[in-house]
Structure formats: structure tokens, C-alpha cells
């Protein structure tokens, strides 16, 4: 990632460093926040920390968010975590076009 975005494209697709919230009032996308580990798009979920429950919902939530199936979405790294960096599939240029969105960019 570069030092000021919270998101990339590689081979594999758009890579997003995310900083969850779960068991918030409603499913959302907050905006971008600094985090200890840099840049970060805080995304609340509903759902609990239990079970993959939360994670299930994020995926959805970003899947719905970036138009995508939920199968082209991968949990890259913070399964149990609130820090988390998942990869979406897709066409890189709309992907980029949609994550440029929340950085006002």
C-alpha cells in the first residue's frame, strides 16, 4: 500500500486495509481513518465477532458496496481482528474508480 491510501491494485485485484467495526447500529462505510498500521476504511458492521459472523457481513456489505460477488472477495489477513485487508476481483480501473470515492480523491 502506499503511505496515504488505503487501498492498492495488484495482479490479483483492488487490496483494501480495513479497520472493522463490528456489532455497530447499522452496516456502513464510515470514511478513512488513520490507524497505527496507516490508513484505513473504517466499515461498521452489525453483526457480532462470533463465529465469522462479522467477517460474513463485511464481505456482503463490501460486495454489495463495490458490485461484486461475494466468491470475488478474499479475506486476506485479519480473520480475528479488527484490522483486516481483503482483496477484491474485478475490473482494477472501476474497483480503483469506486475506492477513490471514500478517499475523496
Known sequence: ?????????????LVLTIRASPKASRNALLGV???PEGPALK??????PDKG??????????AKTFGVSKS??????????????LRIGGNADELKTIAQRW???
Request: aromatic share 4%; net charge neutral; proline share 2%.
Open 103 to 105: 478517499m475523496g480523491s
Open 72 to 85: 470475488s472477495i478474499t479475506l486476506v489477513a485479519g480473520e480475528t481482528d479488527r484490522h483486516k485487508i
Open 1 to 13: 500500500m502506499t503511505k496515504n491510501s488505503y487501498f492498492r491494485i495488484d495482479a490479483g485485484g
Open 43 to 48: 466499515v461498521a458492521v452489525t453483526a457480532p
Open 33 to 35: 481513518m488513520e490507524t
Open 53 to 62: 459472523k462479522a467477517n460474513a457481513a463485511l464481505i456482503d456489505l463490501m
